[in-house]
């Protein structure tokens, strides 16, 4: 389960900066791949509204992963944060903003 600081970190409302270059992808199950598999870890994953990327899976070693690449500096405001204790990765999903 995600701690009590994670939750704080994604209230709604909260802005969350992606300083660095950041790999995205538009499938679900690529996406969950990612994501820790250790005994007491968590993840987030986030649903994403994005505007500006570079679309690398023409390039990409696996273009069936369809990765977008997010430019450095990217902030994102949380409009909701769904907790699923039943997912086997302890996963959290944040839905896409609006346009």
């Given at each position: ?21 950041t790999s ?37 070693r696996?273009?069936?992963?369809e ?33």
């Amino acid at each position: 389960p995600l701690d009590q600081g994670t939750y704080r970190k994604y209230r709604p409302g909260s802005i969350i900066p992606w300083p660095g270059s950041t790999s995205t992808s538009t499938q679900l199950d690529v996406a969950r791949s990612f994501l820790p598999g250790k005994p007491g870890k968590s993840g987030i994953l986030c649903a994403i509204n994005i505007h500006t990327y570079t679309d690398v899976g023409p390039y990409s070693r696996y273009p069936e992963e369809e990765e977008l690449l997010l430019p450095p500096g990217c902030e994102f405001v949380v409009t909701k944060l769904v907790a699923v204790p039943t997912h086997p990765e302890g996963l959290a999903l944040l839905p896409p903003l609006s346009p």
